[in-house]
């Protein structure tokens, strides 16, 4: 009800025909959540404010040496702030975009990176992604799935991550030159184990 009455300020109309799009409400909403608090990095560090930020947008973090999957923002673990050490991040159906990608910055322990059905997710995310040297040496997977907005240019931009073992591609249908990719990741990381699923 809330959202509904925001809604009908934001588009400026007392009553919204069905056409109103809300795409523009829930985007600025997203961008919110993901806009870059770097005083917040500062004071609690990156792995910390990292946790917020993925959180905050729905995705879940597992942090070094546990098992658990950290799904709740409000039971962030406290403590040492350089106790729990980001090991892998798993974005599914989270609303992370570009401009929050300045949190991955500082981390140096991801090994695992998921990203499925992530609507903002798009090239440019990758590009950022692979010119971050703590994740060129630290990443070993990453599995891409569902991302509608991702194309060759984006995936091969993580050629950049060196020290990659395995990538997984699924459903991606702005992915079409797919014997190019198998080369270049062929040259680039030789030990890659490349699992495609396009088609």
């Not at 020290?163 to 591609?169: C, D, G, I, P």
Request: hydrophobic share 35%; proline share 4%; aromatic share 10%.
């Amino acid at each position: 009800m809330l959202f509904g009455k925001i809604s009908q300020q934001l588009c400026g109309l007392k009553k919204p025909p069905r056409s109103c799009d809300y795409r523009n409400f829930w985007g600025w909403l997203n961008a919110v959540f993901n806009k870059v608090d770097y005083e917040r990095i500062k004071d609690v560090g990156p792995d910390r404010a990292a946790s917020e930020w993925l959180l905050r947008c729905g995705a879940t973090v597992r942090y070094h040496g546990q098992e658990r999957w950290q799904k709740d923002y409000n039971h962030l673990p406290t403590g040492p702030l350089d106790k729990y050490k980001i090991q892998a991040i798993d974005a599914t159906e989270s609303c992370i975009m570009r401009i929050g990608f300045d949190y991955l910055e500082g981390l140096q322990h991801v090994e695992k990176i998921r990203l499925c059905k992530c609507h903002y997710i798009e090239d440019d995310c990758l590009e950022r992604l692979g010119k971050l040297e703590n994740l060129q040496k630290s990443i070993l997977e990453m599995e891409i799935i569902s991302c509608g907005n991702i194309t060759d240019k984006g995936i091969i931009a993580l050629y950049h991550l060196r020290n990659l073992k395995y990538l997984l591609l699924s459903d991606l249908p702005g992915v079409r030159e797919k014997e190019n990719l198998i080369q270049t990741f062929k040259t680039a990381l030789p030990s890659l184990e490349l699992k495609l699923d396009l088609k």
